[in-house]
Each structure stands twice: as C-alpha cells, then as structure tokens.
C-alpha cells in the first residue's frame, strides 16, 4: 500500500488493492476487445469525473481503434447518496450516429445516472451502447433493470473513495479503492 500522509487518517480499510484494479482492468480490456469486430472503432465516453483514471487505465489496454469523448453529469452534489436529480453539465463533442459506444463509469450506484445518460445517446441512433463499470453496488439498485455489460467488482454498501472517486471532491488521488471512515460524513 503506498501511504498518502493526507489521507491516511480518514480510510477505514482498503478493499481493492492497486494490483487488483490493474490486474482486472487487464481482463476486462479483453473482454470488451473481443466483442467487437477486430479494427471496429469504439467511442469510448468517460463520465466525469470520477471515471477518469479508469477511462485513461482502461482504454490502454483495449485492443481496438478508441476515440476518447467526455460527458460530465452529476446526481451528488457533496454529499453521500444519490439526490436523484441527473444535471447534465457537459455534452459530448462527437456525432455518435452509427458509433459503438462504451460508457465509462467508476460506480453503478442506485443506476439513475446511467438511466439518464442511455436514454439521451439512444435518442442519437449510435450503432451501440455499452457500459462497463469498475464497481458495482447492487445492493443499492433503485432502476432494477440498468446493468453494466462489463463490471470490474462486485461491493456491499460501502461509502468508498479513490481511484476517482470522492468524497467532497476529496480521495480521487488514491491509485486504491478504500471504505471512508464513518464519522467524516456522518
Ligand atoms: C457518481 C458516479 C456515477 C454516479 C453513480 O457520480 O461517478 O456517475 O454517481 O450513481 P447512481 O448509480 O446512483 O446514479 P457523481 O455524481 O458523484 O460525480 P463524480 O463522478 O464527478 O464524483
């Protein structure tokens, strides 16, 4: 474990090593490779901003054409659950028309998010939609039938922070994925 001196203090455990993310980024790259024709272009869209170190590891291991685009959408605010408010903050660049598109998310929470996000790209007729997630919080599904085609880990009801993701903007440095001690958010 690589010690940050800022953070330390504030993590109850660490749950996914950084060997363990690179590790299975690894396999999830060639999961998603091997679902598309061999030299097919993947529009690969990060949602900012807690996907952002996963979208850099990630699409470096993906054997396929990638073109990088960015949405930035926001149901949190600062604080710890989903207000179920979906703000769309920034829109894509790219025409996705005829495209197969990859959404890159950190965490599949209540799925509000990703309800949202699908419904507006499949108003613009891409070729297809996926969406791989590094974790997956199942536990706290509110929008039952949104699940990620491609998911790193499985975890319980957890506040957990790095690798992206935050708190209050905090802990996205981390390179691990940690629990955040309780009694800083509640
Ligand atoms: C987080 C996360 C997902 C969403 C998942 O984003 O990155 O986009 O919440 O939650 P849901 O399944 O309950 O909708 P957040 O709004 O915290 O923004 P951030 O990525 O900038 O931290």
New binding site residues.
């Given amino acids: 474990m690589k010690e940050n001196k800022f953070y330390s203090g504030d993590l109850a455990e660490i749950i996914i090593t950084e060997e363990q993310i690179k590790k299975r980024i690894k396999e999830l790259a060639e999961e998603i490779s091997a679902c598309y024709e061999p030299g097919e272009e993947l529009v690969m869209i990060c949602?900012?901003?807690?996907?952002v170190m996963f979208m850099a590891d990630l699409s470096r291991e993906i054997n396929l054409p990638v073109i990088f685009d960015f949405m930035?959408?926001?149901?949190?605010?600062t604080g710890t659950s989903?207000s179920g408010t979906?703000r769309i903050i920034k829109d894509l660049q790219e025409n996705i028309e005829g495209r197969h598109v990859l959404i890159v998310?950190?965490?599949?929470?209540?799925?509000?998010?990703?309800?949202h996000v699908i419904a507006m790209l499949e108003t613009r007729r891409p070729a297809s939609i996926k969406v791989v997630t590094l974790l997956d919080k199942p536990e706290?599904?509110?929008?039952k039938h949104?699940v990620a085609d491609f998911n790193g880990f499985e975890i319980p009801d957890k506040f957990v922070v790095g690798y992206?993701?935050?708190y209050a903007?905090k802990y996205?440095n981390l390179p691990f994925i940690a629990v955040l001690k309780e009694e800083l958010y509640s």
């Fill in positions: 949602i900012l901003r807690g996907a930035d959408v926001s149901s949190y605010g989903s979906v998310e950190d965490i599949l929470d209540t799925g509000k998010t990703l309800k706290r599904r509110v929008v949104i992206g993701l935050d903007e996205r």
